[in-house]
């Protein structure tokens, strides 16, 4: 299996003269707090949530307000250049779709929240295969395997039962 967990960061200002030029095709304008959220994303190979985002704008000395920045991680959506991840955490994570990889996989880890990307051939293969056998057009696909990352099973977490219990107690 051909597996990749890490991507060189990209160059930033291209992506950013993209949203805004998509947000000047909106009629919307292209505001200095707008540029400093897409030069966050499209300057990190993370999936980042808006907090992260927050932390590395306030790092860099720009004190945007969350409101700002997910008005403006909507914009980022609807521009189709910033895919938006729910891993069930209870908080939305973002990545940038222009990367050298723009289809991967994602392992999740419940316990830390960690999440490493990779590319398989054999993914691949079973998506041509599948669609082939079904006549189906393939144009997007998504695959998430969550579990317990290298250092939380080191750190002794356990994971947990998945599956539903009843709460009746049946004899």
Known sequence: MDVTTSRPQPPTAPFVRLFG??????????????QAVAEVVFGSDEHLSVDDIEGRLRAEGDRIG????????????????????????????????????????????????????????EVQEIKREMSERFGFRTVRHKLEMYGLC?????????????????????I
């Open 21 to 34: 030029r998509y947000l000047r095709e909106q009629g919307l304008p292209v505001t200095q707090q707008r």
């Open 66 to 121: 969350k409101a700002t920045i997910y008005r403006t991680l909507d914009l980022l959506v609807r521009s189709r250049l910033v895919a938006e991840h729910d891993f069930g955490e209870g908080f939305k994570r973002y990545e940038h779709r222009l990367s050298r990889q723009p289809e991967h996989e994602h392992l999740i880890c419940t316990e830390c929240g960690a999440v490493h990307e990779f590319k398989s051939r």
């Open 150 to 170: 290298r250092s939380c099973q080191e750190a002794g977490v356990e994971p947990e039962e998945d599956g539903l219990t009843c709460p009746i107690e049946t």
